[in-house]
């Protein structure tokens, strides 16, 4: 007996297992440390901190004190007790000397009873309350009155009992049964339980989403390191043969250069030899002391070649004499084709134009091909679209059709059949594809929001506030048009898909075709001054907006 009566005194109250790492309260009672920190940090939740056997309260964590002396009680108790099974769960209160599970708790007794008690419980008290077995009976009454909490005061948000709703202080005040707000209380969780399924399953496939796109982007960057590779090496190539090709024309006009020198040189030669051998005979007749030897030669002038005479007044034709010019030596008069004359040189600087025309192609196939930007997630504005225009249920296609919608009547609706995106743009570097299906008449752009929506005015590119690549039903001609201002491409278009470049800052509107390789169709500069929105015309078939996963077409 003495035995049982220390196992009651060694019970935690709250697990109604012996104590486990004892601890003291400032009020004097002893709890598991594991089982009071549960309690106080439910009631730090909802206010002050409470002792659940006295209800002392305390506005702060209450210092939990290791009570020693207890804690030697407990293992002296367990190593003369170890054939002593230990009970897990709540014990009955009146199975002293043997413990036994509880199996209902009784309200108005404050006391939890096995099977046998209950019986008999049942047998005494009938209008009793009985609930699962507890620990915590004591909350279950009314701290004031000493009665079973049986109402709930929507005003205070408090659990009552029948005093205080009678001549407590929640006297007056709106009460429901404890059932009653319970359900209430459940059907809001369950409608918040409802959005946050909600939102954790599209957060959920937020998360598959980015997680196919994170293991998708190395088999991308693989796939765009090699088309880069490729390109590189094609511009090599292109580069290595254009060197060797100006290096074998530079040759070729070298070895003209000198084989026409070679040739010049040799007839100078040969005139400095014949002017040198007359310029002797006229110093040997300067030198004779006979004037009648003298005066026999002819005169000086007879000793020069009239052709000679000719070239040393007129110019020379051969040295670049100021009178005609040298075509072979690079004469101020005619210039030499192949010295470097004048003609040589405009040769020369159209040789470097070609080089700097070849390798501006070349830079701009990569800045087309490797535009880096970001792919914009372009969504339709239902609220913007003509009646002729059904929007898909994902915003991404528009398509014409003979049946009017139904779409509610606004102020930003178009009246004829077009639509914009939602989302403007005001900064960055951004690109969109589109492709077009059984379209004949159609066009894509980018506009103001400021746009009319009524009248000619408000197609787009018929005015100010919107620029676009165009589609006409005459002769399929594609052209880009701002302002009413039409622009006929020269290009001959053979893809159904096309790419809107923006770039904010440089205040650029680019358009692509998307074949292979991309080509530049056109470019759009101005000072933009509003957000820029996608704009679609279509008259007939329809325009799709591609999503992200549509991949670039390879260069």
Same mark, same amino acid.
């Given at each position: 007996m003495a035995s049982a009566n220390l196992r009651q005194e060694l019970l935690c109250s709250i697990c109604m297992n012996i104590y486990t790492d004892p601890v003291t309260l400032r009020c004097g009672h002893n709890f598991c440390q594991v089982c009071i920190d549960g309690v106080l940090d439910t009631d730090g939740g909802y206010g002050d901190y409470s002792c659940p056997e006295c209800r002392a309260t305390f506005q702060k964590w209450p210092p939990l004190q290791k009570n020693i002396t207890l804690c030697n009680v407990v293992e002296n108790y367990r190593s003369t007790q170890p054939h002593q099974e230990e009970i897990t769960g709540i014990c009955c209160t009146y199975c002293v000397e043997s413990p036994v599970t509880a199996v209902k708790s009784c309200l108005m007794c404050e006391a939890s009873l096995c099977e046998k008690h209950l019986k008999v419980h049942i047998n005494i008290s009938a209008d009793h309350v009985l609930t699962d077995p507890s620990t915590s009976l004591k909350t279950k009454k009314c701290s004031i009155h000493k009665k079973i909490l049986e109402y709930y005061c929507t005003e205070d948000a408090a659990c009552i009992c029948v005093s205080c709703s009678l001549a407590g202080e929640h006297r007056g005040h709106r009460v429901e049964m404890l059932e009653e707000a319970s359900e209430k209380k459940k059907e809001k969780l369950r409608n918040i339980l409802h959005k946050l399924t909600t939102e954790r399953n599209k957060t959920e496939e937020r998360v598959q989403s980015l997680e196919e796109r994170k293991e998708k982007a190395p088999e991308r960057a693989a796939g765009e390191a090699e088309r880069v590779t490729a390109l590189f090496i094609d511009i090599r190539r292109r580069v290595d043969d254009l060197e060797k /090709?100006?290096? !074998? @024309? %530079?040759? /070729? /006009?070298?070895? =003209? %250069?000198?084989? !026409?020198?070679?040739?010049? %040189?040799? =007839?100078?030669? /040969? =005139?400095?030899?014949?002017? !040198?051998? =007359?310029?002797?005979?006229? @110093?040997?007749?300067?030198?004779?002391?006979d004037p009648l030897t003298v005066l026999q030669e002819p005169d000086t002038g007879d000793l020069c070649d009239p052709e000679e005479e000719g070239e040393h007044y007129g110019g020379d034709k051969t040295t670049g004499g100021h009178g005609g010019g040298d075509k072979t030596t690079g004469g101020h008069g005619g210039g030499d084709k192949t010295t470097g004359g004048h003609d040589g040189g405009d040769r020369g600087v159209a040789l470097i134009s070609h080089i700097s025309h070849t390798l501006s192609a070349m830079i701009r196939d990569i800045n087309v091909t490797f535009y880096v930007q970001d792919r914009a997630d372009i969504l339709l504005d239902v609220n913007t679209a003509g009646n002729n225009l059904r929007i898909s249920d994902d915003l991404k296609t528009a398509t014409w059709t003979w049946n009017i919608q139904t779409h509610p009547e606004t102020a930003e609706r178009f009246q004829y059949n077009q639509v914009m995106s939602g989302r403007g743009f005001t900064s960055g570097r951004h690109y969109w594809d589109v492709e077009i299906s059984r379209s004949t008449n159609w066009m894509v752009g980018m506009c103001y929001p400021s746009i009319d929506r009524r009248g000619r005015q408000s197609y787009f590119g018929n005015n100010n506030k919107s620029w676009g690549l165009y589609k006409g039903l005459v002769n399929n001609q594609y052209s880009v048009i701002h302002n009413s201002k039409v622009t006929p491409l020269p290009h001959q278009i053979s893809s159904d898909r096309f790419r809107i470049c923006l770039d904010c800052k440089a205040g650029q509107l680019s358009f692509y075709e998307l074949c292979d390789p991309i080509r530049h169709l056109h470019t759009f500069t101005a000072a933009f001054t509003e957000p820029l929105h996608a704009a679609l015309y279509v008259c007939n078939g329809s325009i799709k907006i591609l999503g992200s996963s549509c991949e670039k077409p390879s260069s």
């Open positions: /090709r100006i290096l !074998s @024309e %530079i040759s /070729r /006009r070298e070895e =003209k %250069i000198l084989l !026409s020198l070679s040739d010049v %040189i040799q =007839k100078l030669e /040969r =005139k400095k030899d014949e002017l !040198s051998r =007359k310029m002797r005979h006229i @110093e040997e007749l300067c030198n004779m002391t």
